[in-house]
Each structure stands twice: as structure tokens, then as C-alpha cells.
T-cell receptor, first 114, second 110 residues
Framework: DAGVIQSPRHEVTEMGQEVTLRCKPI?????LFWYRQTMMRGLELLIY????????DSGMPEDRFSAKMPNASFSTLKIQPSEPRDSAVYFC????????????FGSGTQLSVL | GEDVEQSLFLSVREGDSSVINCTYT??????LYWYKQEPGAGLQLLTY?????DMKQDQRLTVLLNKKDKHLSLRIADTQTGDSAIYFC??????????FGQGTELSVKP
């Protein structure tokens, strides 16, 4: 298995633009997680899905952030409109079971909002 | 609320042992984890321990768990330059979430 696949690897955009990050979890995994990593705040859980259903989105910072999982093999995290303070590395992770199981992380998307 | 604390930096010489510590305030009764993050990469599961164990050894890695003190540690024997990375402990809490520490940056000097 290729592991968790994220795209793009790097994204540079201007303030106010829409940004869409993509994730393909490991085949057969039932749970998918979006994390954000910054120097100041460390690793923060934004949202997680179980069987394509959002279970906990309490970490989503604002209404500008939205996430979808239309099927078991694909998820998106969208920021609209983007702001400079959204600059971070965004990781997607998946696991076989629930949210406290072994997580497998993608390589991340480095987002820079100018 | 739930909190997981780690020291931010550790520097050792090649061949020495490294000990990375983690304290937490709450944990559900499942596994506790150590993840490794190399520059420009995602987190990779390094090892884990079940909450009813107090020690687990896996080649150069030793995990110690003191449930009474809520203290988890990772010992790396014979530390190599390739072990330089950021190490995160991760603790599951009631409600099913996994809480990560801030990460300890391990620097191994030749």
C-alpha cells in the first residue's frame, strides 16, 4: 500500500483565495483525521471522520474551514477565504479503527498564505 | 483539560543513550504511542505500549510507563545520527481522542 497520500505537497496562495487540500487514506481504513501543525500550537486535531461521517469537528478553527469525505477513499479540507494565519503544515492521517488507534500520517501539505 | 507535556529539546552524542520524557493528565485504558517526525515528513508510528504494561522493549527502543505518576518515557540506546528527529508522545483520552505532546527535538552530535 502506498500509505496516506496528500496533495498538493506545497501550496502558496494569496490572502482571500480559496485553498483545497486533498487526502487519500489507506485502503480499508475506517477513520480519517485532519491535523494542523505550527510552531506555536504544535499538532492540533481539526476534524475526524469515521466511515465517512464527521464525528468531531470541534477543532475546526472557524467557519472558513470545511471538510468533506464523499467516499471512503477521498477527503478534502477547504479554507475559504484563506488568511496569513492559516499558514501551517496540514496533515491527513488514517486508522483502521477509532480515533485512538494507531494513526498513519501522510507527508503533509505545506500551506503559505501571503 | 487534557494535557500532554514534553521537553522541547534534547541533545546527545552519538553512541549515548537518549531518554525522552512525557507527562500527561488523563488517559483512557488503551495504548500510548511514540511517533517520530523527520524533517519535511509526516509523523511515523515508532512504538507503543499497552496501558496495563510498565515496560516494552523493541530492539534499541525501551518504553517505560508509570501510570501512577502519569509518566511515559522513550529510551533510545546507542543513539545514531539517523535518530535525529522530533519525537511525539500521544495519549488517548476519554471520548476517543488522541492528544499529542508538543514534540521533543532530538539532536545527535557525532
Amino acid at each position: 500500500d502506498a500509505g496516506v497520500i496528500q496533495s498538493p505537497r506545497h501550496e502558496v496562495t494569496e490572502m482571500g483565495q480559496e485553498v483545497t487540500l486533498r487526502c487519500k487514506p489507506i485502503s480499508g481504513h475506517n477513520s480519517l483525521f485532519w491535523y494542523r501543525q505550527t510552531m506555536m500550537r504544535g499538532l492540533e486535531l481539526l476534524i475526524y471522520f469515521n466511515n465517512n461521517v464527521p464525528i468531531d469537528d470541534s477543532g475546526m478553527p472557524e467557519d472558513r474551514f470545511s471538510a468533506k469525505m464523499p467516499n471512503a477513499s477521498f477527503s478534502t479540507l477547504k479554507i475559504q477565504p484563506s488568511e496569513p494565519r492559516d499558514s501551517a503544515v496540514y496533515f491527513c492521517a488514517s486508522s483502521l479503527g477509532g480515533s485512538n488507534e494507531k494513526l498513519f500520517f501522510g507527508s503533509g501539505t505545506q500551506l503559505s498564505v501571503l | 483539560g487534557e494535557d500532554v507535556e514534553q521537553s522541547l529539546f534534547l541533545s546527545v552524542r552519538e553512541g549515548d543513550s537518549s531518554v525522552i520524557n512525557c507527562t500527561y493528565t488523563d488517559s483512557s485504558s488503551t495504548y500510548l504511542y511514540w511517533y517520530k517526525q523527520e524533517p519535511g515528513a509526516g509523523l511515523q508510528l515508532l512504538t507503543y505500549i499497552f496501558s496495563n504494561m510498565d515496560m516494552k522493549q523493541d530492539q534499541r527502543l525501551t518504553v517505560l510507563l508509570n501510570k501512577k505518576d502519569k509518566h511515559l518515557s522513550l529510551r533510545i540506546a546507542d543513539t545514531q545520527t539517523g535518530d535525529s528527529a522530533i519525537y511525539f508522545c500521544a495519549v488517548p483520552i476519554q471520548g476517543g481522542k488522541l492528544i499529542f505532546g508538543q514534540g521533543t527535538e532530538l539532536s545527535v552530535k557525532p
